[in-house]
């Protein structure tokens, strides 16, 4: 797989000092004969799940309260709680660790790249202890390997809904006539810019199946080059990022790092133009109503499946740390419904999308990406 350099230097700051911290704490959770019978089993005696958000929050929209949802519905249904740990910014990250491992949990689910450093050094400190992490295989030596053998890594191939999410977004910019669309990102990682992979491909996707011209600005996959704003917050560095990308004269814009969307918004909003955007991870238009008028779909991850699955498997005994590849065969990655945009779409896209997708899954088309996932 392929790794960014940032992200050799995202999570340093967070690491320090932590193998020593929790080393020896914490025991491996032991079969019991009693407890919640909730999704086809009993819960291991002192099974207690955990989950630590990157600084995005739980209230971002997107892969954070994503995962939260997917925790949320696994301990409500084995009748036990979960202790969530909310990361504020990147200095929290070690210290939620050490206190989730101080407060006894034994399966601790970290969200986003930006924990690995942090997860890796309490997984090798506490060896009987089950980790995940999202959208990373814990590989902060990059030797292709994840780190620890207590780590489960949640990952997603999300070149191939993105295909489709390109494919969408070019038949309606050469609907209206535009014949032009743009992306934008966070930061530069492989999580984000498989979206923007995926994107691309499916614009040329479409130019070949129709004999169009639509652009793609913002991202060059041959050359791995487009728009960053550096991080994930939504300020102002991210709209002028996306300001950037519009005033180009893009009609769908696919902004890809969670909270930023909203400054996607707000200079769609000052444009005064009728330009829409595609949501990533969770279903946008559902997640955030106040825009879900300029929301033409979403390219799903179901983080929370597998949070939800990860979850009730270690609550049995049967952690595997196996990684999780999620792909449109195995509907860990898709498209959402394209709501109220469902009547305005062009005359046979639907068809289209579902013959593309089937292809896929088939193996008849290969979404290829250097930012996917191996085992993708």
Do not use: R
């Not at 995926?198 to 652009?215: I, L, P, R, T």
């Amino acid at each position: 797989m392929t790794i960014s350099t940032t992200k050799k230097l995202a999570g340093i700051t967070a690491a320090a000092g932590l193998i020593i911290a929790l080393a020896g704490c914490g025991s491996a959770p032991t079969p019991a004969g009693s407890g919640s019978a909730a999704a086809g089993g009993t819960v291991v005696d002192g099974f207690k799940p955990c989950l630590v958000s990157d600084a995005g929050g739980w209230d971002d929209k997107s892969f954070n309260e994503s995962a939260k949802n997917g925790m949320d519905k696994a301990v409500g249904e084995l009748g036990i709680k979960a202790v969530e740990f909310e990361s504020t910014n990147d200095n929290d990250y070690a210290p939620n660790m050490t206190t989730a491992i101080s407060e006894g949990c034994t399966l601790i689910i970290s969200v986003g790249f930006k924990l690995a450093a942090a997860t890796v050094a309490a997984a090798k400190a506490n060896p009987a202890l089950n980790f995940a992490i999202i959208d990373d295989y814990a590989d902060t030596d990059f030797d292709g390997k994840t780190d620890a053998p207590n780590i489960k890594p949640l990952v997603f191939n999300t070149a191939e809904a993105a295909y489709l999410g390109g494919y969408a977004a070019a038949a309606w910019s050469a609907q209206a006539g535009v014949n032009k669309v743009g992306t934008f990102g966070g930061m530069q990682i492989p999580s984000v810019a498989v979206f923007m992979d995926g994107y691309e491909q499916g614009v040329k996707k479409y130019n070949e199946d129709k004999s169009a011209n639509v652009q793609v600005v913002g991202w060059d996959s041959a050359d791995q080059k487009g728009s960053f704003t550096g991080a994930f917050d939504a300020n102002d560095t991210a709209k002028q990022t996306a300001q950037g990308v519009l005033d180009q004269g893009v009609d769908v814009i696919l902004p890809v790092g969670g909270p930023i969307y909203k400054s996607a918004a707000a200079a769609i909003a000052d444009s005064g133009k009728n330009t829409l955007m595609l949501g990533v991870d969770s279903d946008l238009a559902v997640a955030d109503p106040n825009v879900a008028s300029i929301t033409l779909v979403s390219i799903m991850k179901a983080i929370d499946v597998a949070v939800y699955d990860a979850t009730i498997a270690a609550s049995k005994g049967e952690f595997d740390p196996t990684p999780y590849v999620g792909t449109l065969k195995n509907e860990g990655v898709k498209l959402s419904s394209f709501h109220d945009f469902e009547s305005k779409l062009p005359a046979g896209l639907t068809d289209d999308l579902k013959k593309l997708q089937d292809d896929i899954v088939a193996g008849t088309i290969k979404v290829e990406s250097k930012n996917s996932p191996a085992g993708s």
